[in-house]
């Protein structure tokens, strides 16, 4: 066996395996658009969608300013919701999300998430309209204002179908090319009279083409 062989060993499989991976392109291209026409339909038809809702309000103290937002995700404002809107209590808290603002302790954003557009908004204005209602007097407030209304949103949040279906075009190109890539390094098949010659360290005297219409005779 030639050592020059294994010296030169990676410098001619990168070669090859260039030559292996255009060869099959077009199986690479079948498998990237098949990958991500299923992760396109199983976003855009068959996984569940997610709609949400948001509100933003204005809670004006009448001493100093606190932080409500455990109040507005409470169990009085929850039992108060879930018993209007018929939802059970743990899922209403579970689709509920307050972010009080940073640069205004004042202001308050509640972001609804649920399976239905119009429930996600009706969710949204009966915890304002809850608060409002329930502990506005008890917690000594000036007023509650409602800064932006919430709206229905029929445009689904999740899943995301652009961003699923380039994660299954990705998948499809790195899964491709990787069991391509495998199947090359296990191949320990002789290609040409050259890695013959490399490997053994003789010249190669005569080579026997395959003929498939004789194979095809000969079966």
């Given amino acids: 066996m030639n050592n020059d062989y294994l010296n030169d060993e990676m410098e001619i499989d990168l070669l090859e ?6 060869k099959n392109s077009k199986k690479i291209l079948i498998c990237t658009f098949a990958c991500g026409l299923v992760a396109f339909v199983l976003s855009a038809f068959i996984l ?16 100093q300013p606190m932080d409500y937002t455990s109040y507005l995700v409470g169990d009085r404002v929850l039992n ?19 972010t009080r603002d940073s640069n205004n302790s004042y202001n308050y954003n509640i972001t609804v998430t649920t399976n239905d557009p119009e429930k996600s908004c009706k969710v949204a204005d009966k915890v304002v309209d809850s608060f409002k209602s329930q502990l506005a007097s008890e917690l000594n407030l000036n007023g509650v204002t409602t800064v932006n209304e919430a709206q229905v949103n029929n445009v689904p949040v999740n899943p995301n179908v ?15 090319v990787g069991v391509i890539t495998l199947c090359f390094l296990f191949d320990k098949h002789f290609k040409n009279k050259d890695e013959v010659e490399a490997y053994l360290g003789v010249d190669v005297l ?13 079966e």
Avoid at 80 to 98: N, Y
């Fill in 48 to 63: 569940p969608k997610s709609y949400n809702s948001s509100t933003d309000i204005t809670i004006v103290p009448a001493g």
């Fill in 206 to 218: 005569a080579e026997i083409p395959v003929n498939k219409q004789l194979n095809e005779i000969g």
């Fill in 80 to 98: 108060d919701v879930s018993s209007k809107l018929k939802m059970d209590s743990a899922s209403l808290f579970e689709s509920i999300e307050v």
């Fill in 17 to 22: 395996l260039l030559k292996c991976l255009l």
């Fill in 162 to 176: 652009k961003k699923n279906t380039l994660i299954g075009l990705f998948i499809g190109i790195v899964g491709s």
